[in-house]
């Protein structure tokens, strides 16, 4: 299955499984296991931090999903995210909201600023939010019994929205994203999302990256991004 841009751009996520072989899922496992990342909840600034993944993750086929949904995307973060049974935890519906960056502007449309010792978060303006878009590779197999994302078709054209209050006192309709061993899911960061626990002492490991190709004003920078790590 290819990327159907129009469904995408409607529904605000898509699930493309075969992604990847298993040849090649087991390649990056691999990797994990050699530098035993396999027992870290979670890793920020993956593939900042181990670039070496770039060559296994940025296959042909991957690559031609990136420049079919947007041109010039750059890698602007990334996360290792493993879900064990011995550290299960639940995700409560939430909407990504903020960007890891470098420097600082006075452009009041940047709010909510925390600066911490490795990394600058800002909450974006909405042009640059409604830009930005997800691709989780699954390393696991994953169903409802170990922590599949939840999230609510076309969410993302809210903007940004008082969450609690719209789970809470909407009738929304929820789908469950079960991915393939070997699959993607493609994802708006505004889209409603949560994940419940492990059910059945299987880990769901995920390898999250988020893309943009927007340029952030002067003064400010990605901290992830990297060049000609796609193309």
């Known amino acids: 299955m290819d ?5 995408f751009e409607e529904d605000g996520f898509q699930i493309i499984n075969h992604v990847f072989t298993e040849n090649e899922i087991q390649q ?11 027992k870290a909840f979670g890793i920020r600034g993956f593939l900042k931090t181990h670039p070496e993944l770039n060559a296994l993750i940025f296959t ?7 420049n079919s949904i947007a041109e010039n995307s750059k890698i602007i973060k990334s996360i ?7 550290a299960n935890w639940i995700v409560n519906w939430h909407q990504d909201l903020t960007i890891n960056v470098e420097g600082k502007t006075e452009d009041d449309n940047f ?15 909405l042009d640059i939010l409604e ?3 997800t691709i989780r590779i699954h390393l696991d197999k994953c169903t409802p019994k170990n922590g599949a994302l939840q999230v609510v078709p076309q969410s993302h054209k809210e903007g940004v929205v008082n969450l609690a209050h ?6 929304l309709i929820k789908r469950t994203c079960e991915v393939e061993k070997g699959g993607i899911l493609i994802m708006k960061p505004l889209l409603f999302h949560s994940s419940r626990r492990t059910e059945n002492q299987q880990n769901r490991r995920v390898i999250h990256i988020e893309f943009s190709n927007k340029i952030l004003p002067e003064g400010m920078k990605w901290l992830e991004a990297q060049k000609n790590s796609i193309n």
């Open 111 to 125: 709010k909510n600023w925390r600066f911490l010792k490795e990394r600058t978060i800002v909450q974006p303006p």
């Open 131 to 133: 830009n930005i878009y």
């Open 60 to 66: 042909e086929k991957l690559i031609s999903i990136i």
């Open 166 to 171: 719209e789970v809470a006192n909407l009738n």
């Open 80 to 86: 290792y995210f493993d879900k064990p049974p011995n």
């Open 28 to 38: 990056i496992l691999d990797f994990l296991e050699n530098k035993q990342l396999e």
């Open 3 to 7: 990327l159907n841009k129009k469904s």
